[in-house]
């Protein structure tokens, strides 16, 4: 809407709007780098921890389709509200400025900061702590007025997993991603699709391999139940089992066992899995440390991996300055943005939208319904199940 504004009354130019929406995203990417180097912990008392945690929530790998996107910052704030859980309560009033600053923005923003208020309350009873208490309540309240106010059900989702699909989903891009690197995570995506489509002793065997993991995850939180390991692996399960149990949007197998596929549900957990890792290097013994420490090098090292053999979707996109160029000369031309097959209508035409539900999904809609939406998103499903996924 600022965007919309500027440009309206000649401030900015349309050419400028990507730098516009991209800065703001920095500086949303910036915050849990800024609240790690601010924040007080006894697990970041040591300034390799600090460096290591920074790096883990900046290089999780496949999540390039967050990255400087507006529209993604609510996975930053959650991010954020994960690491106030971890973290001290602030003892100045600038500390609880930005406290009621994440806690009141990211539900507002998004419905996956409301799967945290659980966790918050926990804590807060169990410490006892008033402060906690009144964290709870600025995230509880914004959830409210989000879900009063804003959120309404979409026709794209309602998609629920069974708890081997939710468990298989996870172990494969959670689990495999992260230190298995581009070759293995191709390999065990191939074998769980081929798996699930046939449905016999392989899929078994898948199936068990992602509830096993489910198991370790949930064996080592609970190992760490007296630190801030527990809220960080704690949240990272629980936005997991939330997102890819029944939070994606509808989608075939193909896309589920991607990770390639709808990286924005990666980027939580998985970043929230890394600095975990981070965590438990600085409780454990030695020999523990060294082992602890050796996986994060390898975590980051698949990260980098990733970041080279990037997906072509969401790597490359069409050069604005010549789209808005052919826009100024033919103003029912409709944009095409980042990333494909998106396109923007910003002629003076005014169509009507119809109710967004799956029996109004067409492609004839206009670009900015909702209805649109869900049809180009249907043909995106039918691409993926038709198409060898790389």
């Not at 697990?43 to 993604?72: D, F, G, Q």
């Not at 926990?122 to 208490?133: G, H, K, Q, T, V």
């Not at 949007?249 to 890394?274: C, E, H, K, T």
């Not at 944009?335 to 999904?361: F, H, I, K, M």
Request: glycine share 6%; aromatic share 12%; charged share 10%.
């Amino acid at each position: 809407m600022l965007a919309v504004y500027l440009v309206k009354n000649g401030y900015i130019s349309l050419e400028f709007v990507p730098r516009l929406t991209m800065g703001a995203a920095l500086l949303f990417q910036l915050l849990p780098a800024a609240l790690v180097l601010n924040g007080k912990a006894e697990w970041l008392t040591k300034r390799w921890v600090v460096l290591a945690s920074i790096m883990a929530l900046a290089l999780a790998p496949l999540s390039e389709e967050a990255w400087l996107n507006i529209l993604h910052i609510q996975f930053q704030l959650v991010l954020c509200c994960v690491l106030l859980l971890a973290f001290d309560v602030p003892r100045s009033a600038g500390g609880w400025i930005i406290t009621t600053f994440v806690l009141v923005l990211a539900p507002l923003s998004g419905l996956a900061a409301l799967v945290l208020g659980p966790l918050f309350l926990a804590r807060s009873l169990l410490d006892r702590s008033l402060p906690r208490l009144v964290q709870t309540a600025l995230l509880g309240c914004s959830g409210l007025i989000q879900l009063l106010f804003f959120y309404s059900p979409s026709a794209a989702r309602g998609q629920l997993h069974s708890l081997a699909e939710t468990a298989s989903i996870i172990f494969v891009r959670l689990g495999v991603v992260p230190i298995g690197g581009p070759l293995a995570t191709a390999f065990v995506r191939k074998a769980a699709i081929d798996a699930y489509l046939g449905q016999g002793l392989e899929w078994f065997i898948i199936s068990g391999l992602g509830l096993l993991y489910c198991g370790f995850l949930i064996w080592v939180t609970w190992c760490y139940r007296h630190t801030a390991v527990f809220w960080i692996f704690a949240s990272a399960i629980v936005l997991a089992v939330t997102a890819f149990g029944g939070g994606m949007i509808a989608s075939p197998p193909q896309a589920w066992f991607d990770p390639s596929v709808s990286q924005r549900y990666n980027v939580m957990p998985m970043a929230l899995l890394g600095l975990g890792l981070v965590a438990v290097t600085y409780y454990q013994t030695q020999n523990g440390r060294m082992i602890a420490f050796r996986l994060c090098e390898l975590t980051m090292l698949t990260a980098l991996c990733f970041y080279f053999v990037p997906n072509p979707v969401v790597s490359e996109g069409p050069r604005w300055s010549a789209e808005v160029a052919r826009w100024r000369t033919d103003q029912n031309y409709k944009l095409r943005v980042w990333p494909r097959p998106w396109a923007a209508d910003l002629s003076a035409q005014n169509r009507p939208c119809r109710p967004p539900t799956r029996e109004n999904a067409s492609l004839s809609e206009p670009e900015y319904c909702e209805s649109h939406w869900l049809a180009t998103v249907d043909q995106i499903n039918l691409d993926i199940a038709n198409t060898t996924l790389r």
